[in-house]
């Protein structure tokens, strides 16, 4: 069973720019999930998607969205990049029950971004 | 609202030493708590988890057990090798809500 693949894995970018990173879940996921990994903030919750729709929804400001299509790919867009911004873009794919994804994610390798 | 404490590292142990890493939470009702690890240059993947009080999570001879009244989760090893060096995330999950991790412990295991 394929696990989740992020693209790109890495990118630079300059300030300014916007990014769109892209994740494929484990087949029969439908739960998508998104982190920001930095080394002072560690892990911070960006979003989670469930059947195209966003269920749940971090502390980010508007430059930061994120969809998902029919098919439980996911994509997340950052526009007008500022520094700050370089990071770690974590995607987890989930199982779910009736009340949300079980908890077990299962991570993607990352897409590192860089700003200049 | 949720949250999660564990020990800052670096945590630098010998081969062969005992290993427990400190995590604290903060939550309503009655979470779901797992322990994440994160091997160099990977994704995190799911080392255990304990989904109700005084339950025992344990994998790869890792331990950890969901104690409420103290609001705790550490994660105990009884010999630890090289190849367990990694970041080490505590994590919790209401009903509903979304995941929340501490910020990671890195442990280094010298031979």
């Known amino acids: 069973k394929a696990g989740v693949t992020q693209t790109p894995r890495y990118l630079i970018k300059t300030r300014g720019q916007q990014v769109t990173l892209s994740c494929s879940p484990i087949s029969g996921h439908r739960s998508v999930s998104w982190y920001q990994q930095t080394p002072g903030q560690g892990l911070q919750f960006l979003f989670e998607y469930f059947s195209e729709t966003q269920r749940n929804k971090g502390n980010f400001p508007g430059r930061f969205s994120g969809r998902q299509f029919s098919n439980s790919r996911s994509e997340m867009n950052v526009s007008t990049l500022e520094l700050g911004d370089s990071a770690l873009y974590l995607c987890a794919s989930s199982s779910n029950t009736g009340l949300g994804n079980t908890g077990e994610l299962f991570f993607g390798e990352g897409s590192r971004l860089t700003v200049l | 609202g949720n949250s999660v404490t564990q020990m800052e590292g670096p945590v630098t142990l010998s081969e062969e030493a005992f290993l427990t890493i400190n995590c604290t939470y903060t939550?309503?009702?009655?979470?779901?708590l797992f322990w994440y690890v994160q091997y160099p240059g990977e994704g995190l993947q799911l080392l255990l988890k304990?989904?109700?009080?005084?339950d025992k999570g344990s994998n790869k001879g890792f331990e950890a057990t969901y104690r409420k009244e103290t609001t705790s989760f550490h994660l105990e090893k009884g010999s630890v090798q090289v190849s367990d060096s990694a970041v080490y995330f505590c994590?919790?999950?209401?009903?509903?809500?979304?995941?929340?991790f501490g910020k990671g412990t890195r442990l280094h295991i010298l031979p």
């Open positions: 939550a309503t009702g009655y979470p779901s």
């Open positions: 994590a919790l999950k209401s009903s509903g809500d979304k995941i929340i």
């Open positions: 304990a989904t109700k009080a005084d």
